[in-house]
T-cell receptor
Framework: DTAVSQTPKYLVTQMGNDKSIKCEQN?????MYWYKQDSKKFLKIMFS???????INETVPNRFSPKSPDKAHLNLHINSLELGDSAVYFC????????????????FGSGTRLTVV | LAKTTQPISMDSYEGQEVNITCSHN???????ITWYQQFPSQGPRFIIQ???TKVTNEVASLFIPADRKSSTLSLPRVSLSDTAVYYC???????????FGTGTKLQVIP
């Protein structure tokens, strides 16, 4: 069983379209995250949810909207896609919102490579 | 938020011990130090975490000096499959906005 799974793995779309990426974790973790990894491999946090409540909302365009229907799911919806949105998006989870400490830190999904053309 | 500095890249031959050092001069009292490994087309994977002194698990060892301003990830007898990017992360979680550093790209040579 995949601990943190995200779909789709690849997403190619045209500028201006709206797309969603889904994420699910079966670890029973309370906190979920969205990270963006750009072409230079920098990993930057975008959002964090703890028990369905938004706790971190980094400075990202409001075209990006996370939604957490329950604590096992965190989806990312992106409106009016732009070329600069091309990146790999990672979903992650942690046992609680102390993702930086504790036994296992963050558990990441395998990523969604978004290409905007 | 403690900023981390790591070497951009390292090369090592198979079977050697590899030590990757991370500097975090402004680490806070509550901060932990965590290392992650990332293979191409995969998400980062937790390797090891520590607060002070030495921590060892089945994969690696983590050495942290008393002042905690740096840490060293030690990989014993690396193999080709250890070729990856290794990230050092410092923080105490909670509401901190955590950004991974540049990471160290380790290339293991046959």
């Amino acid at each position: 069983d995949t601990a943190v799974s995200q779909t789709p793995k690849y997403l190619v779309t045209q500028m201006g379209n709206d797309k969603s990426i889904k994420c699910e974790q079966n670890l029973g973790h309370d906190t979920m995250y969205w990270y963006k990894q750009d072409s230079k491999k920098f990993l930057k946090i975008m959002f964090s949810y703890n028990n369905k409540e938004l706790i971190i909302n980094e400075t990202v365009p409001n075209r990006f909207s996370p939604k957490s229907p329950d604590k096992a799911h965190l989806n990312l919806h992106i409106n009016s896609l732009e070329l600069g949105d091309s990146a790999v998006y990672f979903c992650a989870s942690s046992q609680d919102y102390y993702g930086d400490r504790g036994n296992y830190g963050y558990t990441f999904g395998s990523g969604t490579r978004l290409t905007v053309v | 938020l403690a900023k981390t500095t790591q070497p951009i890249s390292m090369d090592s031959y198979e079977g050697q011990e590899v030590n990757i050092t991370c500097s975090h001069n402004n680490i806070a009292t509550n901060d932990y130090i965590t290392w992650y490994q990332q293979f191409p087309s995969q998400g980062p994977r937790f390797i090891i975490q520590g607060y002070k002194t030495k921590v060892t698990n089945e994969v690696a060892s983590l050495f942290i000096p008393a002042d905690r301003k740096s840490s060293t990830l030690s990989l014993p007898r690396v193999s080709l499959s250890d070729t990856a990017v290794y990230y050092c992360l410092v923080g105490a979680g909670g509401y901190q906005k955590v950004t991974f550093g540049t990471g160290t790209k380790l290339q293991v040579i046959p």
